[in-house]
Each structure stands twice: as structure tokens, then as C-alpha cells.
């Protein structure tokens, strides 16, 4: 960090002084998007088990939306605690916290496998079940590619979701991505095929955007590998 960056974090709070990813914020027209403390996670917890999806489909490639208490509740924090764990320049995945109208109504994630060499990343996001069909998800997925794109300085962005997930399909396919093949993964057991999209950095900038600011970030910047 330079002499300016502890003082912006401290401004944020000591936890931000400490770990300055905690002092990242992505804004877009509606939502604020940000790394959630323990607290934090504990309401985002509440927001999953009061449903993300029909009990009879299962949009991820792992089941955690479905594990029995107390094993959600523990696998939730852990989830969240290994990936600011095991967070390296080389090595990173994002897991934020989205905000509408300081109401917390999902997690949009973003990994980078090697991102200094690739400039490559995949995202993932879930969405409290009152807060769909709203344009939230796009927003959320919208806002991710500005900031990785626009701030990181990503070459390409990846995507992927089960055939019946129409809904992040089509999410993928407004937002410019191209198809990129198939995929498999069997989150219960049977294997089920998926659908992958790719959208490059010019890709995305072919495309008018809604305005997204981000904050905070040079005080973390080389976290995400320079």
C-alpha cells in the first residue's frame, strides 16, 4: 500500500484497515454490492432459508440450499470464512454481499484462477426469492463484469448453468456472452448438462451499460493480483 491507502481504509473502518477488501464497494442504478462481515453473513443466511428456489429444481452445481440444519448454517459460514482464508494474488474468488435499499437480497460471486496470468473469471450469484423477476440478477451480473472488466482489467468472463435455468440463460445472452459448449455437474447425485457462455472485454464494451462506480479499491487492488 502507498501512505494514502491505510488512511482510506482506516476511514472505512479497522476492518477495512485490517482486510481492505472490506472497504470495496461496487454501486450500480439499484444496488450496492460489498464483502459481508460475520454479522453480516448471519442475515444473509436468514434471506437463503427463506427460499432461493422451487424444492423440486436445483440451480447450483453443489446443494447447499438444501442441506437440513445445523449443516446449512455451518457449511454457509464456512463457505464464506475459506475463501477470505485461502484469498491469494494468484488465487481469489469474491464473495459479495448485494443490497437493495440497504436490504440485503442475495450474493453475487467472482473468481479469478491465476488472473494475473489469465485476466480470466467465472461468477455465480444467488437471489432471495421475493427480490426475482425484478431485473436484479442482471443487475447484480451487470455490475460484476463492469467492475472486473472496467476496473480489473479482465480479458474474458465465464458463465455457466443447468438446461432448465432459463432464467440465467437468458441473463447471459442479454448481457452479450456467446455460447462456449456444454458441461456437466450432478449436485444430487445424477449428472445433468449444462450450458457455458463466454463474453470477452471487448465483447462487453460493443454494448452500451448502465453506470457502475466502484469504491475503495485501490486500497485492495493488488489482492487481485495488480
Known sequence: MNAEQPALAMSQGPLASAWPLFALRIRSERLVMRLPTDADLLAMI?????????????????????????????????????????????????????????????????WGLAFPVHRAVDTGSWLGSSFQGQGLGKEMRSAALAFVFDSLGARLARSEAFLDNAASMAVSRSLGYEDDGFGAHAPQGVSRETRRYRLTADGWRARRRSPVTVDGLETCREMFGG
Open 46 to 110: 436468514d434471506l437463503a432459508r427463506a427460499g432461493i428456489h422451487p424444492p423440486d429444481t436445483m440451480p447450483f452445481s453443489v446443494a447447499w440450499s438444501v442441506r437440513p440444519s445445523p449443516d446449512f448454517e455451518r457449511a454457509f459460514l464456512q463457505h464464506h470464512w475459506l475463501a477470505r482464508a485461502q484469498w491469494s494474488e494468484d488465487d481469489w474468488r469474491l464473495n459479495l454481499m448485494v443490497e437493495w435499499d440497504g436490504r440485503v437480497i442475495g450474493s453475487q460471486s467472482i
